[in-house]
T-cell receptor, first 114, second 112 residues
């Protein structure tokens, strides 16, 4: 069964440093998403991406965040200057499109900012 | 706007007993409803979805959910709980062309 792959599984970074979280969505999917979950709490929407541009973003997704699809396979989330409160599990997801598609989620990257 | 409510933070069930994890939603138009499960230190795993048709949908690991339009509910059920079902369960909703919104999650404890 096709999977969404995320790397690394765990990233520790110092406050103020830039981090890039990487995702390889399912190859024929068209819609890509990032969600965040702060330690066992609610899963929050960050951003959706379609046709090489952001289609929607939440209030959490401020100027410190950016997304990119640099080639035909990768989908990245960059945090320019990390803060302690950015510590969370970050999930990438992809979808084939249309309302009746659920998302396939990756296994997540646990980001720890120290 | 769309929203999902999971009224229980935690549900405790004895092994072998039936379980129910509650979910209600608010969305304009026809909802698409989902249940995901998260095991400790793991990602979100799809369990089942309701798109249209039969109100009772069956999913992975013996779980099922019943769509009730009049009560705007989509409760997750299983006839006989297993200890291995212990996990965090998320109900989610979306409209056509919109993003998935998750509930806050319900922690299910199955007691041996």
């Amino acid at each position: 069964e096709p999977e969404v792959t995320q790397t690394p599984s765990h990233q520790v970074t110092q406050m103020g440093q830039e981090v890039i979280l990487r995702c390889v969505p399912i190859s024929n999917h068209l819609y890509f998403y990032w969600y965040r979950q702060i330690l066992g709490q609610k899963v929050e929407f960050l951003v959706s991406f379609y046709n090489n541009e952001i289609s929607e973003k939440s209030e959490i997704f401020d100027d410190q965040f950016s997304v990119e699809r640099p080639d035909g396979s990768n989908f990245t989330l960059k945090i320019r200057s990390t803060k302690l409160e950015d510590s969370a599990m970050y999930f990438c997801a992809s979808s084939g499109g249309g309302g009746n598609y659920g998302y396939t989620f990756g296994s997540g990257t646990r980001l720890t900012v120290v | 706007a769309q929203s999902v409510a999971q009224p229980e933070d935690q549900v405790n069930v004895a092994e072998g007993n039936p379980l129910t994890v509650k979910c209600t939603y608010s969305v304009s138009g026809n909802p698409y409803l989902f249940w995901y499960v998260q095991y400790p230190n793991r990602g979100l795993q799809f369990l089942l979805k309701y798109i249209t048709g039969d109100n009772l949908v069956k999913g992975s690991y013996g779980f099922e959910a019943e769509f009730n339009k009049s009560q705007t509910s989509f409760h997750l059920k299983k006839p006989s709980a297993l200890v291995s079902d212990s996990a965090l369960y998320f109900c989610a909703v979306r409209r056509v062309g919109d993003k998935i919104i998750f509930g806050k999650g319900t922690r299910l404890h199955i007691l041996p």
